[in-house]
């Protein structure tokens, strides 16, 4: 099985005085606003990283959903949050790290057997897959 989604972006203008648009082909974001002040300097609009926290954090969350009905085990509640770290180095900048916080409710699921199976979620889910850098979780069960 092939799946393929896309996303678009538009720009008009240089970087600091630009504006842009991120779509998705599902219109969840049509024509979202973006540009630099969104993205460096806390200004509403979206921007790339927050982008791909959101992603990471929705195939990190439903990778564990299936693994841990694999497992024999449903979640009550899963809440999931993706820290996307974009940083300066010699090259220019790169995203160094995705730190994931998880907060889940399985009801007779022991501990050790929930960071076994929630470790192996964040290695494959697609996203983490595809991303080139640290990734880092510190899941809780209660």
Known sequence: MKIQRSGSAQWRGGLKD???AISTQSGALKEYPYGFA???EGVAGTNPEELIGAAHAGCFTMALSLALNKAGF???SL???AV???EQDATGFVISAV???LEAVVPGLADAQFQEIAADA???CPV???LDTEITLQATLS
């Open 18 to 20: 630009g504006r842009g």
């Open 38 to 40: 969104s993205r460096f």
């Open 74 to 76: 449903t979640a009550e």
């Open 79 to 81: 809440q999931t949050k």
């Open 84 to 86: 996307v770290t974009l």
């Open 99 to 101: 730190a994931l916080t």
């Open 122 to 124: 964040k290695a494959n």
């Open 128 to 130: 983490s897959r595809v």
